[in-house]
């Protein structure tokens, strides 16, 4: 049914441009709406939907008038992207009162990428009998869409993601891996760059994450140590019960026939993206005509498809599929289908693959 309203809207954006509904007969739907444009006194009646929907509270008048006008900001930018990226749809989300460099400190993504030393070069794999379509999901390899929260932890998820599929793949036990191990507990740095080091709400590396992986023994269940979101200060790691722990990690060249081939050989892979398309995605295939190739949130690479119909019927687009760190309410129950093809938002720019692990 929803695919169907996307379709709709899709063809709406294209003749109607004044016009913005709310789909499924009830305000509650805010989340699957398209942004299609509409006039400026129908902002507030879609903000007050917006704030029962996230449940969002404001502590002064002031603040509320402030966040009204980043949500009517956010409002354009929708109707924006919208345009640059029609195979996708765009809408309101629980980002919408949330100005572009706040979204982006939450993600947590450090600002400079480095390959580190103890990482070797993935070596190369054959590609003619790759499979047309592939995701792990299906093969038992990936656990339930997590949710960061407000903390700047992306790094963390999309390690934690690597490894669970890899020690899925070497015991045939999917495990839930504690991301709040790697907050409190890792805190690796790069002796040449001064302020890299992984800084637990305040961003990492999934590279780095890695590496203290290998130094720690490896990561305890999610049950063990629980997700809180927040510094706690004090790093609770029991070695004793370490579940899944990495032997060597590799990284991919930018080249997507490798990075499928090793997909479907290793695991879903940590990969880092370019998220500002991310803050106003509902669903479909985000195809950006232009998209900044600056990393800043680590998400997960779980699988690929050949393509879908756009909303006009239009060439297939095949496209990867993301899982991403922000709950299941998010895109699509949680993941990100973004085009193969052309590296876009820099997708294919750092991947990486837990290639050996070592067995509990």
């Not at 902002?43 to 002031?62: D, I, P, W």
């Not at 009162?97 to 190369?124: C, H, N, Q, W, Y």
């Not at 979101?229 to 370490?242: I, L, P, W, Y």
């Not at 479909?284 to 680590?298: E, I, T």
């Amino acid at each position: 049914m929803y695919q169907q309203l996307f379709l709709l809207f899709a063809v709406s954006l294209l003749t109607i441009s004044t016009k913005c509904e709310l789909t499924g007969g009830s305000e509650n739907d805010v989340i699957i709406r398209q942004v299609i444009g509409e006039k400026d006194e129908r902002h507030r009646n879609h903000f007050e939907v917006f704030k029962r929907k996230f449940g969002k509270l404001y502590a002064s008048q002031e603040e509320h008038d402030y966040r009204f006008s980043v949500f009517k900001t956010n409002m354009r930018r929708a109707m924006r992207h919208q345009k640059l990226d029609p195979l996708a749809v765009h809408g309101v989300t629980r980002f919408f009162d949330m100005t572009s460099s706040e979204f982006r400190k939450r993600l947590g993504l450090r600002s400079r990428v480095r390959v580190p030393g103890d990482a070797s070069k993935a070596p190369i794999l054959p590609t003619s009998d790759l499979p047309g379509d592939f995701d792990w999901k299906e093969h038992g390899a990936v656990t339930e869409v997590k949710d960061q929260g407000s903390c700047g932890s992306c790094w963390a998820f999309s390690t934690t993601g690597a490894l669970e599929g890899a020690n899925f793949l070497a015991t045939r036990k999917l495990e839930s891996l504690s991301e709040q191990q790697l907050v409190d507990c890792d805190h690796e740095c790069d002796p040449e760059e001064e302020g890299s080091c992984d800084s637990g709400c305040n961003g990492g590396l999934m590279n780095s994450a890695f590496e203290y992986t290998l130094k720690a023994g490896g990561l305890m269940r999610e049950d063990d140590y629980p997700y809180t979101g927040s510094d706690s200060g004090r790093c609770k790691f029991d070695k004793n019960k370490v579940v899944a722990s990495v032997s060597n990690f590799s990284v991919v060249s930018l080249d997507e026939d490798q990075i499928a081939a090793n997909l479907v050989k290793h695991g879903p892979l940590a990969v880092a993206i370019n998220a500002a398309y991310m803050q106003t995605y509902v669903g479909g295939v985000s195809c950006p005509r232009f998209c900044s190739k600056n990393l800043d949130h680590g998400v997960l690479l779980v699988g690929y498809g050949s393509g879908e119909h756009s909303p006009m019927r239009a060439k297939e687009k095949p496209y990867w599929i993301i899982k991403n760190s922000w709950g299941p309410e998010w895109g699509e129950n949680g993941y990100y289908k973004i085009c193969k093809g052309h590296n876009v938002c820099g997708v294919d720019s750092m991947v990486s693959i837990v290639v050996a692990v070592d067995r509990h």
